[in-house]
């Protein structure tokens, strides 16, 4: 994974953290989203293309989640998506 790309979801991961949400299923959301990033970010054997499909798909479900509920991360999520699709993932 290119260094654009890392940082784009690394700055995605410090903004999933800021969310304190009272809803279980958000949280939930928000943990599983966090987790595939990790998994994503912090593995270097993960360069396949199903696999960034699979982190892209994620933010997606995500971006659906949260829109109208929470618009700093919507955006974050947004900015995240471009990033990689402009990667040409």
Do not use: W, Y
């Not at 690394?10 to 998994?39: F, G, W, Y």
């Not at 929470?70 to 990667?87: G, S, W």
Request: charge should be negative; charged fraction near 30%.
């Amino acid at each position: 994974m290119d260094d654009k790309r890392q940082r784009t979801l690394q700055d995605l991961q410090r903004e999933l953290q800021t969310i304190q949400p009272s809803d279980p299923l958000v949280k939930d959301r928000i943990a599983r989203l966090n987790d595939e990033i990790s998994r994503v970010v912090n593995d270097p054997q993960i360069t396949g293309k199903d696999e960034e499909q699979s982190i892209q798909r994620a933010i997606q479900d995500a971006i659906e989640s949260f829109e109208g509920h929470h618009p700093d991360l919507t955006e974050a999520l947004r900015i995240a998506i471009n990033t990689l699709v402009n990667a040409g993932i």
